[in-house]
């Protein structure tokens, strides 16, 4: 495991906002961390990164206990939280080569990294005239810069539009590809399912779920959503003909989806036998009805 944590805790005063987590991160995956706003995504990662002293519990990096090596873990490790440190006045290029003094890396590096992350055209304009995709991919651009071989992302698509997200994607694709491991707050469901390999979802401080692409894809099956003029009817109606309904309430009816043909047929079905059908479309659900499910399943 890359990262491993045990029983991780932390309290503001008060409030413990982060509950006994038990993470475990393999090398080589993309891990999406998952949960709504206030969660505690933040709170776990600052602590992945010693920025937050861990209130309870143990923190395992590259196998080794991060307290105590904690300079040899954290120079493996490119994070961007929050805003990317950038320096408005200075070109993309010019901020990597900050860096780059810093860090005592060449030049080509940081050509190259410019490459990646696709700012090579833009690499001598201003950061300030960036567009938020472009500093985030600058952002990510400057943790790469020392070779990291984990990268932390807190929430690095927040505010970018289809494009930007999907550049942010493939980006993470292909630094796994090239042998890294990121780990990638979120909370957003529909993102995380298009690029993660391993997901761990967190709610109010505690991780609700833990496990592989796959197992999240098993207890997240697509629906049919139905909107009929009565859904009851609709519903006892649909058992009758061995359909199986899994949700109903006031305006929907949920039925698994099996095939885009089933959804024609149970269309034709109701309108034939005299309900009025306003929308019949497959359904994917969202994360505050995944929590549902785990809660139930649990
Ligand atoms: N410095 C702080 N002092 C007190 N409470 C805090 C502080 N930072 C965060 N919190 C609280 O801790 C809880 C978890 O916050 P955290 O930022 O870790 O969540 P998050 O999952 O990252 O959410 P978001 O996506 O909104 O950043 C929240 O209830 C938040 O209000």
Do not use: C, W
Request: hydrophobic fraction near 40%; charged fraction near 15%; aromatic fraction near 6%.
């Amino acid at each position: 495991m890359v990262i491993k944590t045990e029983g991780l805790s932390f309290s503001f005063g008060a409030q413990q906002v982060v509950k006994s987590l038990s993470l475990q991160v393999p090398a080589g995956s993309i891990y999406g961390f998952l949960g709504p706003n206030g969660a505690g995504k933040t709170t776990t990662i600052k602590m992945l990164l010693n920025l937050l002293k861990t209130g309870e519990g143990s923190i395992h990096i590259f196998g080794q206990e991060l307290q105590s090596n904690r300079i040899n873990i954290l120079s493996q490790i490119g994070s961007l939280i929050e805003q990317p440190a950038i320096y408005h006045h200075l070109t993309g290029k010019e901020n990597l080569m900050n860096r780059a003094l810093l860090l005592q890396v060449s030049e080509q590096r940081v050509d190259e990294m410019l490459k990646l992350v696709q700012l090579t055209n833009a690499a001598g304009k201003k950061a300030g005239q960036y567009s938020l995709g472009m500093k985030q991919r600058l952002g990510i651009a400057l943790a790469l810069l020392s070779d990291p071989k984990l990268l932390i992302l807190d929430e690095p698509t927040n505010g970018l539009d289809p494009n930007g997200i999907i550049e942010i994607r493939e980006l993470l694709m292909r630094l796994v590809a090239g042998g890294k491991t990121v780990f990638i707050s979120s909370h957003l469901l529909a993102e995380i399912e298009k690029m993660a390999t391993h997901v761990g979802i967190i709610n109010n401080g505690k991780l609700m779920f833990q496990g592989t692409i796959h197992d999240l894809q098993n207890i997240n099956q697509p629906m049919i959503r139905i909107e009929v003029d009565n859904t009851v009817d609709a519903a006892n109606f649909l058992k009758r003909n061995n359909f199986t309904v899994n949700d109903i309430n006031h305006d929907h009816l949920y039925v698994p989806f099996i095939s885009k043909q089933q959804i024609g047929d149970i269309n034709t079905l109701l309108v034939q036998n005299g309900m009025t059908v306003f929308s019949i479309n497959k359904h994917h659900k969202d994360l505050e009805q995944l929590f549902l499910d785990i809660t139930q399943s649990n």
